[in-house]
């Protein structure tokens, strides 16, 4: 059985100019899925960290928080994605 393979997804446009980044077609989901993981560990770090104070979020780390959400949320699409198309392939 082949090893499941992400399905290309972009997460910063540049408008009409095309897609800026994406996640690439062809990354192994296992890996992916750790890193996206990593990514969404890294969120709840700064939040908690962030709940500790009364200051709250500044401008700045909402940001930081907002991209690395958003980069999370296209690797777990790109899997399931991948998956959704070695499914696909499987019942052909």
């Not at 082949?2 to 077609?25: C, I, K, N, Y």
């Not at 890996?31 to 962030?50: K, Y």
């Not at 991209?67 to 499987?90: E, I, N, P």
């Amino acid at each position: 059985m082949a090893m499941p393979t992400t399905r290309p997804q972009s997460f910063e446009s540049l408008g009409q100019s095309g897609d800026l980044v994406e996640v690439r077609a062809g990354a192994p989901i296992d890996e992916v899925l750790e890193l996206a993981s990593c990514r969404l560990s890294e969120v709840l770090e700064l939040l908690r960290e962030q709940a500790e104070h009364d200051e709250g979020l500044t401008q700045n780390m909402l940001y930081v928080t907002q991209d690395l959400l958003v980069g999370a949320k296209a690797m777990v699409d790109a899997c399931s994605g991948g998956l959704l198309d070695m499914k696909g392939r499987a019942r052909a």
